[in-house]
């Protein structure tokens, strides 16, 4: 668990230039002055708010839709630094992409929140009911595909959230696109008065993920009560975990086939109590009604069909030379192995207990585990300032400001192979770029000894099977810059007796972001294992050799055993990749609301209002992934805009009254919905709600209602031309 503890002291450095700052934290108060104590003949009058996926003002949280919310309470109970982990207690939303596991090469380290399963790009996030510039990079090969807008909930710190509400499917009328599954709204501390620091650090029970936080905020009012100003802090720095740091992956557990007992026959030893499955009690498969199961839990789990430093294999056949897996070797028996181990000397090669795919318990085989991350690194650091201004008595103005900068590692990911799992690759080029590769028993590489083994056994030439940590590890990392800036003014009027309440607004955010990786060249990589010797007896490449191109550059890379090959040849072979992206999101509104007439349960309320929004994005790959010099397919720019104009309008109406008293019709309201979201490239489209929240009795509210969403195309899959994945 992530402890934090509250320290009772004024903020140091800037905040402390801020003077007669209270020492003490304190809890935000609230604007409004408490009411006098009402008699008992006269009704009182609560507080008026909007809540999330209306503009109505109402009293209360009271939605046609269900809702739930995150409290600041909860935030700090739980000791949260990262609104994720805050969102996803929320009964069906989740982490739809997030710095746990294999990461994004273009994005790694986002959180973006889903709900339902529903996809992440179905989910609008608000920060005060207004929008946020997504982090996603108009590719598809970014963090949730490019399919969205996603807004990263790494960019708000914690320490500046109030509340958290959270609409479930609903908010398209209100918002416009993106609101499919629902909307997470994050209410912001804008009214908090006196200062507040937090420190926190904590690690897990197993002594890792090391991580701690500072933040601060201070808010204060000024100009004798008319303007209020609310600054915040946070730093954020979490240590990434692998596989490999857990029981459960150091076990290497896994569920495999069961063996059937026709093909156990071929190990006349092996037994299910000494083939490595845990549960010793369940016998081989003997066919679909038997009752037994078709797979089982494995301990040790090992992929025998490959080594990091290079398992040597026959040059022809397959992989297996039975039904139970069994790697092929060499000899009658085709069981004889040998693999290099990270000295370049050739040994023998345990297989383990096989299992079907090439896969086994135990053995010298290739444990995946050792390139698996659990959590990436993540640093965070983040500045947040709200403030309002009360020009006149019904006009305010108002700001927020914001600036994110992160850094995310995936700390480790599945390499480069040449393995025969993936098929045979040739020296020239050609085959599978990613299987296994057959060489000459007479490779200059190869040292005598090996040589004489190879001989010993008959062996001309074999293929190496082999995952290649030491040459590109493939791990990605992202830099981030999110800068945000809101600008308005709200306030009321009354027209007769009825009482109007206006904002306009205009939002503004961008995002500029740096993907760091590492690749292999491929064209290098087929010059620098075609090699031959000079007339001194050095190594050198041959581009004599087909598929070889001339390079002076070349440096011959030496495969037979993990980190066996030179500096010069890995940094000949390999690449630092950086690709760039931007995003910029423009948003200006203006809406009104209020009673327009009586009706017997109450004043019938409307909202109506005006949207425009622009979305611009551009993803720009290096040199490397855009020609696809490495072995994945090009990567494309993209680049694009678009524009949106949207009006809306909401009616809120209450039918009965409940003085009336009518058995079974306590409260009776309807609620109708409208939005027309006019799209510069992707036309137009309507957005609804209608529905009902009745009440037969106090305290028990049946809801009902029918919504038309819409998500609107994303810019890379607006300006991305067709291309394969793969």
Not at 5 to 31: F, I, K, N, Y
Not at 469 to 483: F, G, I, P, Q
Request: charged share 20%; net charge neutral.
């Amino acid at each position: 668990l992530f402890a934090r503890s509250r320290l009772s002291v004024a903020l140091g450095s800037a905040l402390m230039l801020v003077a007669a700052a209270p020492a003490m934290a304190q809890q935000a108060a609230t604007q409004e002055q408490k009411a006098e104590p009402a008699s008992s003949k006269t009704p009182v009058q609560l507080d008026r708010m909007t809540v999330t996926g209306s503009r109505i003002y109402r009293a209360g949280f009271d939605t046609l839709e269900p809702a739930a919310v995150v409290s600041r309470e909860s935030i700090e109970n739980y000791g949260d630094t990262n609104l994720i982990d805050a969102l996803t207690r929320i009964p069906g939303v989740s982490a739809g992409v997030s710095s746990r596991g294999d990461q994004a090469g273009f994005g790694a380290g986002v959180n973006f929140a889903s709900k339902f399963g529903l996809g992440s790009n179905r989910l609008l996030t608000l920060v005060n009911g207004r929008r946020f510039v997504t982090s996603t990079p108009p590719t598809i090969f970014g963090a949730g595909g490019g399919s969205g807008i996603q807004v990263d909930m790494n960019a708000i710190p914690s320490v500046m959230v109030q509340r958290i509400e959270s609409l479930s499917v609903g908010g398209a009328p209100t918002y416009g696109s993106d609101a499919i599954s629902g909307v997470n709204n994050i209410i912001l501390r804008d009214r908090f008065e006196g200062a507040e620091v937090e420190l926190g650090y904590g690690r897990t029970s197993k002594n890792d993920n090391e991580r701690y936080s500072w933040s601060a905020i201070f808010g204060t009012d000024f100009a004798d009560g008319r303007g209020h100003i609310v600054v915040a802090a946070e730093l954020d720095n979490a240590d990434g975990v692998n596989a490999l740091q857990r029981d459960f992956y150091r076990q290497g557990y896994s569920l495999q086939a069961n063996p059937t007992a026709a093909n156990a026959t071929a190990q006349p030893l092996r037994r299910p109590t000494n083939d490595g499955r845990i549960d010793g009690s369940i016998p081989f498969n003997t066919g679909p009604r038997d009752g037994i199961p078709d797979q089982v839990w494995i301990r040790n789990r090992r992929i025998a069909s490959m080594t990091f430093g290079g398992l040597v294999m026959p040059a022809t056949g397959s992989y297996t030379r039975n039904g139970l897996g069994d790697i092929l070797g060499f000899g009658p028996n085709k069981d004889k192995l040998w693999q290099f181990n990270n000295e370049g000397k050739l040994v023998e090669f345990n297989p383990g207990t096989s299992y079907a795919g090439g896969n086994a318990s135990g053995g010298d085989g290739l444990n995946l585990f050792e390139t698996v991350p659990l959590i990436a690194d993540l640093e965070r650091r983040s500045v947040f300032s709200t403030g309002s201004f009360d020009f006149t008595d019904n006009v305010r103005g108002f700001f927020e400001l914001s600036r994110y900068e992160a850094t995310a590692r995936e700390t480790l990911d599945q390499n480069v192979y040449n393995a025969v799992s993936f098929g045979n690759a040739r020296l020239d080029g050609g085959g599978t770029a990613s299987g296994a590769l057959t060489f000459s028993a007479s490779n200059p590489f190869l040292s005598a000894e090996t040589r004489k083994i190879l001989a010993d056994n008959g062996i001309t030439s074999f293929r190496l099977s082999r995952s290649s940590r030491d040459l590109s590890m493939n791990n990605a990392s992202t830099e981030t810059r999110l800068t945000r800036a809101v600008l308005g003014l709200n306030g009321f009027f009354e027209v007769g007796k009825r009482s109007f309440n206006w904002e306009a607004s205009v939002t503004h955010g961008r995002g500029d972001f740096d993907y760091l990786g590492t690749g292999l060249i491929q064209q290098n990589f087929i010059n620098a294992i075609n090699v031959t010797t000079d007339a001194s007896g050095r190594i050198i490449c041959d581009a004599t050799r087909p598929g070889t191109t001339a390079d002076a550059n070349c440096r011959p890379l030496n495969l037979f055993g993990e980190n066996q090959a030179s500096r010069e040849a890995l940094d000949y072979v390999s690449t630092r990749t950086v690709a760039k992206a931007q995003t910029r999101q423009t948003v200006i509104n203006a809406s009104v609301s209020g009673g327009l007439f009586d009706l017997p349960g109450g004043e019938l309320s409307a909202a109506a209002g005006f949207e425009h929004r622009r979305e611009e994005g551009s993803f720009t790959p290096s040199e490397y992934q855009r020609l696809g010099q490495g072995r994945s397919v090009p990567t494309q720019a993209a680049e694009g805009k678009y524009h949106t104009n949207e009006v809306f309008a909401e009616v809120l109406a209450p039918l009965f009254n409940p003085d009336w008293d009518i058995p079974g019709l306590h409260r009776l309201d309807l609620t109708a919905k409208f939005r027309r979201v006019d799209n510069s490239v992707a036309g137009a489209f309507n957005a609804f709600t209608y529905g009902i929240q009745y009440e037969p009795i106090v305290g028990l509210q049946l809801r009902g209602n029918k919504t038309q969403s819409l998500r609107a195309p994303s810019i890379a899959e607006l300006y991305t031309t067709q291309q394969p994945a793969y």
